[in-house]
């Protein structure tokens, strides 16, 4: 088979979510396949052992749903998220199945093999989605908002990877994913409780109280909403308030802290990625200011590894 088939294949494997994704040579994502994974009612996440545990059982099904896309194709290289971050020290054992399973992937197919970061995937598949692909080469911002990151992070051209990435603030305590799965789970939501929360957030009519943030220049505390979620909901028992009050609290300290990214890198442009980000209440507060993908490329995903494995690849196979 040629090289004008060739496609790129890569694996994700978060704390919560098992997913991989197929593009082509052009740089579209032409398969994209993911799965929660389960965590018992009540619970606030997994635990390393358990995620490593359903993501090797996932896996197969993966692969199963990205059979007939491969039909016919060369797989040129496979990607994989190896690690949380681009940082030294960075790990978690949950990847380990990603990594492996594209290794395992790589070598069948006589395939290469490239190795990349988590959030550097978020990033990739926001700008992908959100189409600002031409930041690559370009100095940018972007936030990383999820329930394991909340982080601002300085985005450069890389030597190595297709940027780098410095993180210049973000959270002092609890991610804001954290803080909104902490009041869910509070409530009775089912974990991961993002998209149920917004729903009743988007059905409260009422008026929001504005509770004091917590910024200080690029930083910011979160830990106080989920002391206060949890007094508002054993006072009232309106989980719509509570929802709405939570994702206000959220979105509005998101915004303190891109006014401030502003004022210290004037005219910076500025992507948003992470499930967080997913929110439609947070993209209306935060759309003036930068640019969001769709829902799909927001939460975890591995169609930004495998947008990242074509541009090593081809980088590394010019004409």
Do not use: W
Not at 110 to 124: L, R, V
Not at 143 to 149: A, E, K, L, Y
Request: aromatic residues 8%.
């Amino acid at each position: 088979m040629s090289e004008e088939n060739g496609v790129f294949l890569a694996f994700d494997t978060s704390n919560y979510t098992t997913s991989c994704a197929v593009c082509d040579l052009g740089g579209r994502v032409i398969a994209s396949k993911k799965k929660l994974l389960p965590v018992k009612e009540g619970e606030r996440g997994l635990r390393q052992s358990d995620a490593l545990f359903h993501h090797t059982a996932a896996l197969p099904e993966m692969t199963d749903g990205i059979r007939e896309t491969l039909c016919g194709k060369t797989v040129l290289a496979v990607g994989a998220s190896e690690r949380p971050r681009d940082a030294d020290g960075s790990y978690m054992p949950c990847f380990l199945a990603g990594k492996s399973a594209a290794h395992a992937a790589a070598t069948s197919c006589g395939a290469e093999y490239f190795g990349f970061s988590h959030q550097c995937g978020h990033i990739a598949a926001a700008l992908y989605s959100a189409g600002r692909e031409e930041l690559y080469g370009k100095e940018f911002a972007a936030f990383h908002v999820s329930g394991g990151t909340t982080d601002i992070l300085l985005c450069r051209p890389g030597r190595q990877h297709p940027f780098e990435v410095t993180r210049i603030g973000g959270t002092l305590d609890i991610n804001a994913g954290q803080a909104i799965d902490r009041a869910g789970v509070t409530m009775g939501l089912r974990f991961p409780c993002g998209p149920e929360l917004e729903k009743l957030a988007d059905a409260y009519e009422g008026e929001i109280p504005k509770l004091r943030l917590s910024v200080h220049g690029l930083e910011c505390n979160l830990s106080g909403i989920e002391n206060k979620a949890l007094e508002m909901y054993r006072s009232c028992g309106d989980r719509c308030a509570v929802a709405a009050t939570v994702i206000d609290f959220v979105s509005r300290t998101l915004e303190a802290l891109t006014k401030e990214l502003l004022t210290r890198y004037p005219d910076i442009p500025i992507v948003y990625a992470g499930g967080v980000m997913s929110c439609g209440i947070i993209k209306q507060r935060l759309g003036a200011y930068g640019s969001f993908s769709e829902p799909e490329f927001s939460s975890d995903n591995a169609a930004g590894v495998a947008l990242m494995t074509r541009r090593e690849y081809l980088k590394d196979h010019k004409a």
